[in-house]
């Protein structure tokens, strides 16, 4: 039972990391030196589309590919541009690089792009399809709490982190991609393709689905547990 809980806590500490971005863009923007307003507002907007279409993207790929491959893949693409990320805003702070702060902003728009195909769509979703009937309207409830607990870390916690030590703050952050990546891994089961049946026996096993209705969905679940 361990898996129902998981996304409900994960979702909320990712979306934090990216709202650490989307928050206080312009403090970061002006970090790598970006000041001027025109230039932070033509960023601002730029990623804001280029989140909708991201996010629309994943939302179609997720029914085509899979939600298990897409966790992966934009947990895995997060971690690389946040540690190029990190590692120009430091060249840029450290060493004062031009090249270095300018690379950040398409690095930015990356990493969004990564964190749009999977935690965008996913979000409320994945939690929905994995959780029991009896649990799923308490399950939802806890993944909204753990967003909302992850607003007031954006809100208050963040900016006196970002303030005190700067670039890198970004790598609490990136600790963090990493031990999801680990519990997407061996925790996320494909849900992809399947009813919530069969959804509900990768968690309470066959053996214990007697009607006869069950039976039948043991017999497909048979035929395909080696995909998972």
Known sequence: MVRFSQPSKE????????????????PVLGSVGINKAADQAAVNVSLNVWN????????????????????????????????????????????????????VVPLLFLFYGAFDIAYAPLFISYPAEILPFQLRAKGIAVTLSMDAVACFFN????????????????????GCLVVFLGLIYFLFPETRGRSLEE????????????????????TRWTETKRHI
């Open 155 to 174: 809100q208050y916690v963040n900016p006196v982190a970002f303030t005190a030590i700067g670039w890198k703050y970004y790598c609490v952050f990136l």
């Open 11 to 26: 979702d909320p500490v990712t979306k934090r990391i990216a709202g650490l971005l989307s928050y206080y863009l312009a």
């Open 52 to 103: 909708f279409l991201l996010a629309a993207a994943g939302a179609l790929a997720s029914a085509r590919f899979g939600r298990r491959i897409l966790w992966l893949i934009s947990t895995g693409a997060m971690i690389v541009f946040l540690s190029m990320s990190t590692l120009a805003a430091g060249l840029f702070a450290e060493r004062h690089l031009s090249a270095a702060g300018i690379a």
């Open 199 to 218: 959804i509900a026996m990768i968690f309470d096993k066959a053996e214990e689905l007697e009607s006869d209705s069950q039976k039948k969905i043991k």
